[in-house]
């Protein structure tokens, strides 16, 4: 399964889930990201990479490459490699096996069914047999994970999941547009009002007492009511650390769908393009 090139479009909590399952069945993903990516969960995503270099994520190390052909010497190292390529440039240079478009933002950004010999895609914004071969439901509920390959997923309703009865309150939203910065840190215990950082001056704050599980990069540029930081209620600061089984869910739908398509030209030995460049 070496020989097979995933490239994973997005590095955030689901897109890492994907990358941190396969990585562990044996394929090789690599990643993209934009320049400042606003991921929440960082310590459970790849994306972390691009503010400091490196991250590991339960045992998987990835690191940021300052080029294309750094891409190729990380893998051999078993390293995730993780590339700055807001343009989505890169799938017409690696040529991989499989494309996942994980940047869930609920629509679709540039994929297409022919960019890889399998493409699958994330969430809504897509439609199983025209954007992506597969389409893997995102929202919670009986149907996360559900591999999709006729139609679409359900349609985001914006509404958080529930968490101790809290769905809204959990979340913590830039009240303004401008510049965040920190005085908290993911893993924290907050109280109900605390001030977790500040936009221009103006404060940030939470609305229920929990563990701080996630917040937006300080520098980062965020607009108005963007979710830029999320409270668990649960009060488990081992949750910031480990992936969430909605990542777990979704990866598995994402090993499914590739098996179904890859399994047999691997056998065959029949893989195209990105086998040459993991040699």
Not at 54 to 78: F, M, N
Not at 152 to 174: M, S
Request: proline residues 5%; positive net charge; charged residues 25%.
């Amino acid at each position: 399964m070496k020989n097979v090139l995933v490239l994973i479009k997005g590095a955030g909590d689901l897109a890492s889930g994907v990358a941190h399952r396969l990585y562990k069945c044996g394929f090789t993903p690599v990643m993209t990201e934009l320049h400042k990516p606003l991921v929440v969960r960082r310590k459970v995503s790849f994306a972390e990479a691009v503010y400091t270099g490196e991250t590991i994520v339960e045992g998987i190390r990835a690191v940021l490459c300052s080029s294309i052909s750094d891409i190729s010497s990380l893998l051999e190292k078993g390293i995730i490699p993780v590339f700055i390529d807001p343009r989505g440039e890169l799938v017409h240079i690696l040529k991989p096996d499989v494309l996942v478009d994980a940047v869930m933002a609920k629509r679709n950004t540039g994929t297409k069914i022919t960019d890889a010999h399998v493409v699958i895609a994330l969430g809504p914004g897509f439609i199983a047999g025209v954007d992506a071969y597969a389409v893997i439901e995102t929202k919670r509920g009986h149907e996360l994970g559900r591999v999709i390959l006729d139609g679409t997923p359900q349609k985001d309703t914006g509404e958080p999941h529930p968490v101790e009865g809290y769905t809204y309150q959990r979340l913590i939203k830039a009240p303004q547009e401008g510049i965040f910065g920190s005085c908290c840190s993911i893993g924290e215990i907050v109280e109900n009002g605390q001030i977790i950082g500040y936009i221009e001056g103006n404060q940030v704050q939470t609305q229920i007492k929990g563990v701080l599980r996630g917040l937006v990069a300080d520098g980062c540029i965020v607009k108005k009511g963007m979710k830029i930081g999320d409270v668990d209620p649960r009060c488990k600061p081992e949750y910031c650390c480990t992936i969430s089984d909605k990542a777990r869910a979704v990866a598995g739908g994402v090993l499914e769908a590739m098996l179904d398509r890859v399994l047999d030209r691997v056998l065959s030995k029949k893989v195209p393009g990105g086998a040459g460049f993991v040699n």
